[in-house]
């Protein structure tokens, strides 16, 4: 048991640590969860199940904010708590700094816990109601009490309330005497508490006002130049993730369909789904309007318990082929995206993957 412990010290130690320089801070490799679906009452059997994330793999770096886009269902929940360690996986890995940390327990994964934090979608719901904003900022000190010690909390929740643009006087107030926006503010200050490096924001604007929307991504962007972090950051939306996002995830059905930078993704998108995700975004200019091509997509999304063989897209691409239902289209894991590296960034999981012209969103 020594050696174990001693390994768990290791592993934290390498955590704790900074990232090794143009490294990614974060690996995720062939990423899967698949919910067990039951039937009958007292002998439950298993029927099957639901493919909720099925092999995906990308990677996040430092100071970087990677959009992660797709329809409702397709598994970007999923993957964020599966990088939360809130769910395990049922294979794959996801490497922070080198480590992988699926697997960890103790005081490693207290130290993951500590610098992976997450923003949650609904303001409304994910605040206890029954705490004051100082106690639901100050709750993840609880645990992390090395971070703020009891008597420099109070202190520490004010000055975090300031970061956000909430009044520091507000500290003692409820959540609902807030509005959805400064709700959000609320759950990102939160999400500060510990000085995280990655914080995991899971549609953190999809519930509030579009007027509100534009000013916490601002808020975010300020944040993230000030503390360096790093963001996935899930939309079910692509114009919500153009203005904050260096690069883009596209997924559908469980899997990475498209991933590049936001200019590769939304000027040059080489996936059907990409193309047609982005021919649905409403264009203000009429004369844009007028020149681009719509794409309507048939069909509905097929159920991840029982997806189409080969390329999951293919019930509703009008490209499909034979080899479509035979062979799975694989995304290859872009290389780094800065510099020369640029055209590397960008990989589609399609066979017939080619640029089409669809006027990007503004
Ligand atoms: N705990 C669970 N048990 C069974 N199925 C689940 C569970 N969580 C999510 N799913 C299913 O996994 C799929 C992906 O869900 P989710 O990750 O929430 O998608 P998204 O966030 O993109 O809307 C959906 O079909 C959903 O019904
Ligand atoms: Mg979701």
């Not at 100071?63 to 598994?75: A, H």
């Not at 109070?154 to 709700?183: A, C, M, T, W």
């Not at 924001?201 to 300020?222: H, R, T």
């Amino acid at each position: 048991m020594a050696d174990l412990s001693n390994n768990d010290e290791a592993v934290a130690a390498a955590i704790e640590a900074p990232v090794a320089a143009g490294e990614p801070i974060l690996q995720v490799r062939n990423l899967q969860k698949h919910f067990p679906l039951t039937q009958g009452i007292l002998f439950k059997k298993q029927v099957g199940a639901v493919k909720a994330v099925d092999g995906v793999s990308f990677d996040l770096f430092q100071g970087e904010t990677l959009g992660i886009v797709g329809e409702s269902g397709c598994g970007k929940s999923t993957v964020a708590k599966l990088l939360m360690n809130l769910e395990r996986a049922t294979a794959g890995e996801v490497f922070y700094k080198g480590q992988d940390i699926t697997k960890l327990s103790g005081r490693a994964l207290k130290a993951v816990r500590r610098n992976i934090q997450m923003v949650f979608q609904d303001p409304y719901t994910s605040l206890n109601p029954r705490m004051t904003v100082g106690d639901i900022i100050g709750e993840p000190f609880d645990i992390h009490p090395e971070v703020a010690p009891k008597g420099d909390r109070r202190r520490k929740v004010q000055e975090l309330l300031d970061v956000v643009g909430l009044n520091p006087e507000y500290i003692n107030r409820y959540p609902h005497q807030f509005s959805g926006g400064q709700r959000q503010r609320i759950g990102i200050a939160r999400g500060l508490a510990l000085n995280p490096e990655i914080i995991i924001c899971d549609e953190p604007v999809s519930a509030l006002d579009v007027s509100v929307q534009a000013q916490v991504i601002n808020l975010m962007g300020k944040l993230q130049d000030e503390f360096n972090l790093s963001y996935i950051f899930i939309a079910h939306d692509l114009s919500i993730v153009r203005h904050i996002s260096d690069r883009v995830g596209v997924m559908y059905l469980g899997k990475m369909a498209e991933i590049g930078t936001d200019e590769q993704i939304y000027e040059h998108p080489t996936h059907p789904y990409t193309q047609a995700l982005l021919s649905a975004v409403p264009v203000p200019d009429p004369e844009a309007r007028a020149h681009r091509e719509r794409i309507i997509l048939t069909g509905d999304v097929p159920s991840p318990a029982n997806p189409p063989s080969g390329c999951s897209f293919r019930t509703r691409c009008w490209k499909a082929q034979e080899k479509c239902s035979q062979e799975v289209p694989v995304l290859a894991i872009p290389q780094r995206f800065q510099g020369q590296d640029i055209p590397a960034a960008h990989s589609s999981a399609c066979h017939f993957a080619e640029e089409k012209q669809v006027v990007p969103v503004s």
